[in-house]
């Protein structure tokens, strides 16, 4: 069966940084476009940044758009988002989604369950000092 799972998050202060890592077994996600979204407690889940198959679209949420990174590892088979100049309002669960249907090109960051088919647990990503 396949799973995706989420690591590398934490509690840190404003300003520091975290990367966060999806790995999928039972698959590669080589072949995905990968959503990271995110849900505050009362809040509804939000896309945060997506990367297409080809590793040659990103797509971020204005938000956090020049404070994080999505990149791929085909040769590790991972996908990365990395966040840096956090802020307490980034504080959140985390998730990445698998769209294993993607069209190269395009990524969405609406968290639409009929696209990404394939969701990870979350991790937990606090920014408190």
Partial sequence: QLQLVESGG???QPGGSLTLSCAA???TL???TIGWFRQA???EREGVSCIDSSGLTKNYRD???G???VSRDRAAKMVYLRMSSLKPEDTATYYCAADWSPVTGICTLEP???I???WGQGIQVTVSS
């Fill in 41 to 43: 407690p009362g809040k």
């Fill in 67 to 69: 404070r994080f990174t």
């Fill in 112 to 114: 639409d369950n009929a």
């Fill in 30 to 32: 080589n072949l995905a």
């Fill in 10 to 12: 934490g509690s840190v």
């Fill in 116 to 118: 990404y088919e394939y």
């Fill in 25 to 27: 077994s039972g698959s």
């Fill in 63 to 65: 938000s956090v758009n």
